[in-house]
């Protein structure tokens, strides 16, 4: 098996990269020097280089209050240079996996989101994420689409770094308590990916769209009590008192207020069984503050 991974930086996709080192398995993971993805040519040009018999594409513009303000450079990455991998990977036979993400729906439904539901995104990101699923279905017919919840890692912005962040300078931390998601550490998803790709080298084809988060949806203020508990055990935090702040409240794009996803259709699938999230949580606050090594 030889795996193309695109978006070796982010969270997702530098964890994919060590377990598939970690498994022995043969992997390309070409950075940004190599495949730009606003080039058609670069796409086409890695993918004729290395030849893989899957791409794992983790890469996206992921920043919702910047996307508003540069919706053609959000588009281009996450629609534009997917459609483009798509067609290049329908041209070639290979079996395309791609991550994508809650902000999909709008976060109004009381209950987890499953498979079936309608999608309704909020703003540009949103959108774009949308666009990309759809540009994907349409070109490539050997396709897994995962969407995920809130992604959590030691690497890049995610909820957890910034509201550690916040917590260590700051005495009043705003946080919602009508926002719910399940934390799902970058290498619980990596660890979904993997197993999706060994099945469909042994020949599984369940194509289309599946949904993974972890066991247990929490709302971001009891999330931020966690934090805190775990924190606090290595740093003292200049927080003092969560300030409880309803969704409505925030100004410019609001996030999806439930961006809790039903993980039952990936079980029946392929028997990968959710994770919960805590003790993921505690290994990456742990890993935060840990003395970096001279």
């Keep these: 098996m030889k795996v193309l991974v695109i978006g070796r930086t982010g969270q997702v996709g530098h964890e994919v990269c060590k377990l598939l080192e970690k498994k022995n398995i043969t992997f390309f993971a070409p950075d940004r020097n190599e495949l730009e993805l ?10 004729d280089q290395y030849q893989p018999d899957f791409v794992v594409n983790t890469a996206a513009y992921n920043n919702p209050v910047r996307a508003e303000n540069e919706p053609s450079k959000c ?9 483009t991998l798509a067609e290049c990977c329908q ?14 729906f709008d976060g109004t439904k009381q ?12 703003g540009v990101l949103g959108n774009s994420r949308l666009q990309a699923e759809q540009q994907i279905r349409e070109r ?46 970058a290498d619980d998803a990596a660890r979904v990916v993997i197993a999706i790709l060994q099945q469909l080298y042994c020949g599984a084809k369940p194509w289309g769209t599946y949904h993974y988060s972890t066991t247990e949806s929490v709302s971001e203020s009891n999330f931020a009590e966690t934090l805190i508990s775990e924190a606090s055990q290595h740093q003292e935090l200049a927080v003092k008192k969560l300030i409880m702040a309803k969704i409505d409240s925030r100004e410019g794009i609001k996030p999806p207020a439930n961006a809790t996803l039903d993980s039952s259709k990936l079980l029946n699938t392929f028997g990968i069984h959710a994770k919960p999230w805590r003790s993921a949580v505690a290994r990456i606050v742990h890993d935060h503050f840990k003395p970096v090594e001279p």
């Design 111 to 122: 209950d987890a989101y499953n498979e079936k539901d309608p999608t309704n995104p909020i």
């Design 140 to 185: 490539c017919d050997q396709h897994i689409i995962l969407r995920l919840s809130w992604v959590t890692s030691e690497r890049r912005p995610n909820i957890l770094r910034r509201l550690i962040d916040q917590m260590v300078v700051d005495k009043e931390v705003y946080v919602t308590p009508d926002q719910l998601g399940c934390p799902t550490s």
């Design 75 to 83: 588009f281009a990455i996450n629609r534009d240079s997917t459609a």
């Design 38 to 47: 606003s080039d058609d040519n670069q796409i086409q040009g890695c993918i």
């Design 91 to 104: 041209r070639a036979g290979i079996s395309l996996i791609h991550t994508s993400s809650y902000r999909v």
